[in-house]
């Protein structure tokens, strides 16, 4: 079975400052990987994913993050945060072949102060 | 266009009572799933459809959680003889197939919250 960890519960940063959030996976197959964010009041939304390629993934908003097979690890980063990223952020795993079903980590919370 | 629908958007209920919760996805999506999302926890995977048929339900906790989509869009899922610990936040998500694409995306809605008191 896979599961993802999110090692950091609670982030809080200034403006400005920069972001990396970790995620780790494990999977023995070929895996697909997501970050998804939850801004308060709303619905669950795509920041980015990596299907195959580049293991360097751009996403909305001037997010990225990178893929490390070795390290099974698809860390998000973003060079200067805002306060409106303020927000509750998952990384979730599917495998290729066990349909499109996602596995989430339990998320971090990033709170960014003025 | 429209999302993802949810309704009821909060739903509380007493112990051992019946529940549906029905999820409208997005026009054209033929995968739809259900995820569980508990206070603290990140969502996790109940049942997913492709068209009217259950591709995979083995997220199901036990036999008192049923979901059906019997037309191949809105779904309900329904929980028997409810208990205090099904008391979370019940997600719906569809996209256009099951097959992981580079181009394709579950969409979430905005999600049911049970409260069983």
């Known amino acids: 079975a896979q599961s993802v960890s999110q090692h950091n519960h609670h982030v809080i940063l200034s403006e400005a400052a920069s972001l990396e959030l970790g995620c780790n996976y494990s999977?023995?197959?070929?895996?697909?990987l997501f970050w998804y964010v939850q801004y308060p009041g709303q619905h669950l939304q795509l920041l980015l994913k990596?299907?195959?390629?580049?293991?360097l993934v751009k996403g909305i908003k001037g997010f990225e993050a990178e893929f490390i097979k070795s390290k099974f690890s698809f860390n998000l980063r973003k060079p200067s945060v805002q306060w409106s990223d303020t927000a509750e952020y998952f990384c979730?795993?599917?495998?290729?072949?066990?349909?499109?079903?996602?596995?989430f980590g339990t998320g971090t919370q990033l709170k960014v102060e003025l | 266009g429209a999302g993802v629908s949810q309704t009821p958007s909060n739903k509380v209920t007493e112990k051992g009572k019946y529940v549906e919760l029905r999820c409208d996805p997005i026009?054209?999506?033929?995968?739809l799933y259900w995820y569980r999302q508990s206070l603290g926890q990140g969502p996790e995977f109940l049942i997913y459809f492709q068209g009217t048929g259950a591709a995979d339900d083995s997220g199901l906790p036990n036999d008192r959680f049923f979901a059906v989509r019997p037309e191949g869009s809105v779904s309900t899922l329904k929980i028997q003889r409810t208990e205090r610990g099904d008391s979370a936040v019940y997600l719906c998500a569809s996209s256009l197939s099951i097959s992981v694409s580079r181009t394709d995306t579950q969409y979430f809605g905005p999600g049911t919250r049970l409260t069983v008191l």
């Open positions: 999977y023995g197959g070929t895996v697909n």
């Open positions: 990596y299907f195959s390629g580049d293991p």
């Open positions: 979730a795993v599917s495998s290729t072949g066990g349909g499109n079903k996602l596995t």
């Open positions: 026009s054209g999506h033929t995968a």
